[in-house]
């Protein structure tokens, strides 16, 4: 049962252009929305967040978007730099009852083209 | 300071072998987290620590999993009799706080081999 799900396992993009990954989830209750950021062999590193009570989140060139009746989030990188290339994994949680487990989906490899 | 820290990173054990992962949290962190990521996939959780408290352990696959945290402070994740499907990367994250949300910010894993 994949609550969270990254439908894309790849993706390339050219440098300077726009990077979109897509993530969707089934599970209602979840509040809180996360991307992190994983280089080979090291571990996942936070990018940014967003909380269920709003539908953007921006940082710099990461804008996070929330579509929570399609249950439905994306991140925008913008412009595309090569250090973007790693595996970007979408996580939630449910903050509301306390528990702060965070559920993955399964990744998108970005490779930015220079 | 430091970041999470994670020993050994790598271990490669015999079918049947007891091994015993151990997570440094960033000190002060109150949560700790354990997660077992396999090939190809998403992290998947394993428990949770709040100071020395484990408050849920329903991720763990089976009861050769076991946790501690006594201190609150470090861990240590314990397989006992290693399968070949326990082969993953086991990660340790920590927050500062509990009742969330706080990012959890992760050490770089450990890779288990069971051959």
């Known amino acids: 049962d994949q609550q969270v799900k990254q439908n894309s396992p790849s993706l390339s993009v050219q440098e300077g252009r726009i990077s979109i990954l897509n993530c969707d989830y089934t599970?209602?209750?979840?509040?809180?929305f996360l991307w992190y950021k994983k280089y080979p062999a090291e571990g996942p590193t936070f990018l940014i967040s967003?909380?269920?009570?709003?539908d953007k989140n921006e940082d710099g060139r990461f804008t996070v978007f929330l579509n929570k009746s399609a249950k439905h989030l994306s991140l925008h990188i913008v412009p595309s730099q090569p250090g973007d290339s790693a595996v970007y994994f979408c996580a939630a949680s449910v903050i509301a009852f306390g528990n702060e487990k965070l559920t993955f989906g399964t990744g998108t490899r970005l490779t930015i083209i220079p | 300071g430091a970041g999470v820290s994670q020993s050994p990173r790598y271990k490669v054990a015999k079918r049947g072998q007891d091994v015993a992962l151990r997570c440094d949290p960033i000190s002060g962190h109150v949560s700790l987290f354990w997660y077992q990521q396999a090939l190809g996939q998403g992290p998947e959780f394993l428990t949770y620590?709040?100071?020395?408290?484990?408050?849920?352990k329903s991720g763990l696959p089976s009861d050769r999993f076991f946790a501690e945290r006594p201190e609150g402070s470090v861990s240590t994740l314990k397989i006992q009799r290693t399968q070949q499907e326990d082969s993953a990367v086991y990660l340790c994250?920590?927050?500062?706080?509990?009742?969330?949300?706080?990012?959890?910010?992760f050490g770089p894993g450990t890779r288990l081999t069971v051959t």
């Open positions: 994250a920590s927050s500062p706080l509990a009742g969330g949300p706080y990012e959890q910010y």
């Open positions: 967003i909380s269920s009570i709003k």
């Open positions: 599970n209602s209750m979840f509040d809180y």
């Open positions: 620590f709040q100071n020395e408290a484990q408050l849920d």
